[in-house]
């Protein structure tokens, strides 16, 4: 079973497909009984992989301020907290199905197929004339469609005995930072910025899944909320940083040329008017994507949302969109959005709970800025921008999120060579990832570590044996060093923290 259908003598795409499934990083959930569409599981190459991807997100997005926190929050939340936050009415999509089958779709999404551009934004009207007009069918037996409908893509949840008291799966984990603003404000010393930071499970019904990872029903995000005020926000920022710094933004009114382009902070804060602080926001965003995760520029863009495509509480929406050649061009991984005060509001509203703040004298409801990664999204991204094909099946993965950062192997399964490559095993273990392996020819073992991403492999040989040193292999460039072995430790530690690359070794 297929993640999709990728195009006719789309290999590479295939080869993506395989390598997630073969090497252990994710496939279908409940497969032995067929699959179920939108859930998805994480094997043990994948588990790690999504691992050390969240713990770099979580490491720089909270070292941006002392005052940034990681909580936990409910998988479940209640219809009045829901009701308020605007979810119980308006989270939505457009659905229509099929007058005679009753398939289901989305039709925004048939409608970008069709058309290329976004249709986010369009009325049931205005779906049911598009519809029309584009000739839209039933995929599965090619009958009309009825009119469009609006679809809430909540899981309910009964509570209870009685299953009187409803509530959700929660559809994103930003509602529980908003409940609990108040309470770690108070904990936190009534500081602004506050930030709150949650990493955990999403749910969402889509109509139609689609896309592997791309569409879920079960997801998982990685989401920083900044309660913060704007009227003096920017003064806890190194606004310095952005001088002279370019970023990779494609503009509402750039759409028809179907590019993006450089353009500096300077002029996105001055031309374009976007708040210092949220331009600030997005520079940090693309370090994180170009300098530590290793997406090339090229493939990176920051699309902005016209006022009709955004959510309505949302005064400035940029995408952040990576060029995946598996999903056919740029898809977002991941959105910033300035909410406003929207959101505190809301739950002050209906819970009746004062959500308003005092600072220096000062009496507010705090705005928002929310950073919203899809961490399902991203991890495959990671497959497909570093699945290479200048050789079959290796993926180049930086040290700092590959599943293991090293594999350790005697040349031969001999009893003269093994003890050693446990020892230097047992040393390393303690504080990387590593795998050990001793069995089958050394080049289906090199093979294996490529296609799982592990940037290094050290090999005990008999020449070592005599000299004191091993060899250390590089994925990326398949190249061999020979190391003293009691500078292993050193040279490990200097590598995995990216102080040293393979091509500085000596």
Known sequence: MTFWQPLPGDSLAVDVQSLAKRRGFIWQSAEIYGAMSGFYDYGAMG?????????????????????????????????????????????????????????????????????????????????????????????KCKSQFKNARIFNMMFPVPIGTTGKDMAYLRPETAQGAYLNFKRHFEIMRRRLPLGLTIIGKAYRNEIAPRQGVYRMRELIQAELQIFMDPDTFSESLDLKEMEGKMLNVQLV???????????????????????????????????????????PSEKFRFFEKSEAERAFYNRVHFDIEVDLHTLGGFKEVAGLHYRGDYDLSKHQAGSGEKMEVSIEGKRLIPHVLELSFGVDRNVWTLLDVHLVDERTGVLKLPPVLAPYT????????????????????????????????????????????????????????????????????????????????????????????????????E
């Open 47 to 139: 588990a790690r992989l999504k691992r050390k991807w969240e713990d770099a997100w979580l490491k720089y997005f909270m070292g941006l301020n002392d005052n940034y926190h990681l909580i936990d929050t409910t998988n479940i939340l209640p219809h009045a907290a829901l009701k308020a936050s605007g979810h119980v009415d308006g989270f939505t999509d457009p659905l229509v199905e099929c007058s005679k089958c009753g398939q289901a779709y989305r039709a925004d999404q048939m409608i970008e197929d069709k058309t290329g551009e976004p249709a986010e934004g369009f009325t049931l009207e205005e779906i049911d004339a598009k519809v029309a007009e584009l000739g839209l069918v039933c995929l």
């Open 253 to 295: 009114d750039m759409r028809g040329s179907g590019n993006f382009q450089p353009i500096s902070c300077a002029d996105l804060i001055e031309k374009h008017k976007l708040p210092d602080f949220y331009v600030y926001h997005m520079l940090k965003i693309q370090e994180f994507y170009l300098d530590l995760i290793n997406i």
């Open 406 to 505: 090293f594999a350790v192997f005697p040349l031969m399964r001999k009893e003269e060579l093994i003890p050693v490559a446990k020892d230097i095993h047992q040393k390393l273990r303690m504080d990387y990832d590593v795998y050990y392996d001793q069995s089958g020819s050394i080049g289906k073992r090199y093979a294996r570590m490529d296609e799982i991403g592990t940037p290094f492999c050290i090999t005990v040989d008999y020449d070592g044996l005599e000299d004191g040193t091993v060899t250390i292999r590089d994925t990326d460039s398949a190249e061999q060093k020979r190391i003293k072995l009691d500078k292993i430790e050193e040279i490990a530690r200097a590598l995995a923290t990216g102080r040293m690359t393979f091509s500085d070794l």
